[in-house]
């Protein structure tokens, strides 16, 4: 690839445990003569880029396994990085910049809420407003009602 979506070439400085995984993916999965002497980091057994099928079988097979009735594809992963780096707590700034986003608006439609973030945001909004359960009186300490 000559050049990103955005048209802006990156680089990106790696953390010596993500070069570590990357000296054992070369050291280890390429297989073939066509693999060791390709420019690719991830090329199929021919040295060139791998096919979207290749990709694809993947996403199949954990579709049958976990029966789903929806297809997945590699596009998932875009979310699933966005909503990982926002649950490890990554600064938005940081996020665009590994993922290439040029805008907020691309990071946040990226992005998605899972019910645990959901829960824990309508808990801190209910703490904020300082809401506590209370037990009443007046049903013998069986019935729970709220207090603002």
Do not use: C
């Amino acid at each position: 690839m000559d050049m990103t979506k955005t048209k802006r070439d990156q680089t990106i400085r790696l953390p010596p445990s993500l070069v570590r995984v990357l000296q054992w993916h070369i050291n280890t999965q390429m297989l073939t003569d066509a693999m060791i002497s390709s420019d690719l980091l991830f090329p199929g057994e021919d040295g060139l880029p791998r096919t979207s099928r290749y990709l694809r079988r993947f996403f199949e097979a954990a579709e049958i396994e976990l029966k789903l009735s929806k297809h997945v594809t590699g596009r998932a992963l875009r979310r699933t990085f966005q909503d990982l780096t926002r649950e490890a707590e990554v600064d938005a700034v940081v996020a665009k910049a590994i993922s290439g986003h040029a805008t907020e608006t691309m990071r946040v439609h990226y992005s998605s809420a899972s019910d645990a973030e959901v829960q824990a945001g309508i808990n801190k909004v209910i703490s904020m407003a300082g809401f506590r359960e209370t037990r009443s009186r007046s049903s013998g300490g069986g019935g729970k009602k709220g207090k603002a």
